[in-house]
């Protein structure tokens, strides 16, 4: 079993053996895209389709708040969040 510390780390691992080379902010927005977690928890993502759209818009807020705080957009390019998914699935 792997934390979210420990999966968000092989994400970002996975993500930098993928071309194009990843730039300093991609790295960081692969490094931070379980942080929601931290303040609502984690949970599987079957049961975060169960639960629906409204889960998806309060992890979003969240998100776009912790991008702030650390320097990056509130929303990412759709190419970035493709990106992020994939080394993420792949880490999962």
Same mark, same amino acid.
């Given at each position: 079993?792997?934390? %979210?510390?420990? /999966?968000?780390?092989?994400? @970002?691992? +996975?993500?930098? *053996? /993928? ?10 927005? +692969?490094?931070? /895209?379980? $942080?929601? @977690? ?9 049961? !975060?389709?169960? +639960?629906? @759209?409204?889960? !998806? ?9 912790? /991008? ?9 390019? $759709?190419?970035? %969040? =493709? *990106?992020? =998914?994939? $080394?993420? *699935? @792949?880490?999962?």
């Amino acid at each position: 079993i792997f934390s %979210v510390a420990q /999966h968000t780390l092989l994400g @970002e691992a +996975i993500a930098r *053996r /993928h071309p194009p080379q990843l730039d300093r902010t991609l790295r960081l927005a +692969i490094l931070l /895209h379980d $942080a929601p @977690e931290y303040v609502i928890g984690d949970m599987i993502t079957p049961f !975060k389709a169960v +639960i629906g @759209e409204s889960y !998806k818009a309060v992890e979003q807020r969240l998100l776009g708040a912790i /991008h702030l705080r650390f320097g990056l957009p509130p929303a990412l390019p $759709a190419a970035a %969040v =493709k *990106r992020i =998914k994939q $080394a993420d *699935r @792949e880490a999962a």
